[in-house]
């Protein structure tokens, strides 16, 4: 079975510190990835997506970036955390070329504080 | 550009009573897909229940079910039998069937309360 892993779970960090979120996907290949951020109490905004290795798309411009240097690797990264970069942050991948209708599949998520 | 709206921030229901979340969406395509997750406080992002729109039966999943009216482009998940562990945020969001990476709109949420 597929499973999606997320780490860390909890990050605090100062401003103008640099960041790394990974995301792993086992059990699959050539998935979709997806990272979010979902403020407090607000709904999720999607970031980035990949259909590929090297392919990255951002949704919204912003003071992250997103790498993926294997097929089943998502990185999320930052020179310089602000602090408008604090939220909860989320992985997801979904099958590649089977459909709309499958649904995305969630990480844990990781809580990221910036003080 | 596509848009999914939940209108009701809270809501709160007796346990063992039947609650009833709104959605609604904006979309000018006519095959399309919608999904209502669920995020307990734990925080992990739970698949309840999918929508074909091309498919007119409502779907239901166990004590789950929703009212998909594709002409009022309105997609309500009715939850029976409500229990204390159905209290999370509940998200609606739709995905267009496209080339692509498929990307889910999500709406804001609905934060679930079950009253004992």
């Known amino acids: 079975s597929q499973t999606i892993h997320q780490w860390p779970a909890t990050l605090v960090q100062p401003v103008g510190s640099p960041l790394s979120l990974e995301c792993t996907v086992e059990?699959?290949?050539?998935?979709?990835l997806y990272w979010y951020r979902q403020a407090a109490g607000r709904g999720l905004q999607l970031l980035f997506y990949s259909v590929g290795i090297g392919q990255i798309s951002s949704e919204v411009p912003q003071n992250l970036s997103a790498s993926r240097p294997q097929d089943r690797q998502f990185i999320l990264s930052s020179k310089k955390l602000l602090l408008s970069d604090s939220g909860f942050y989320l992985c997801?991948?979904?099958?590649?070329?089977?459909?709309?209708?499958?649904?995305?599949?969630f990480g844990d998520g990781t809580r990221l504080s910036i003080l | 550009a596509q848009t999914v709206t939940q209108s009701q921030p809270e809501m709160s229901v007796q346990e063992a009573e039947t609650v009833t979340l709104s959605c609604t969406y904006d979309t000018s395509e006519s095959d399309y897909y919608l999904f209502w997750y669920k995020q307990p406080p734990s925080r992990q992002m739970i698949l309840v229940i999918r929508?074909?729109?091309?498919?007119?039966q409502n779907a239901t999943e166990n004590r789950f079910s929703v009212n998909f009216q594709k002409a009022a482009k309105s997609f309500s998940l009715k939850i029976s039998d409500s229990q204390l562990g159905d209290a999370a945020m509940y998200f609606c969001?739709?995905?267009?069937?496209?080339?692509?990476?498929?990307?889910?709109?999500f709406g804001q949420g609905t934060r679930l309360t079950i009253n004992p």
């Open positions: 059990g699959t290949s050539n998935p979709n």
């Open positions: 997801a991948w979904s099958p590649r070329n089977q459909g709309a209708r499958q649904p995305q599949h």
């Open positions: 969001a739709y995905r267009y069937p496209g080339q692509g990476a498929q990307k889910l709109v």
């Open positions: 929508q074909e729109a091309y498919k007119q």
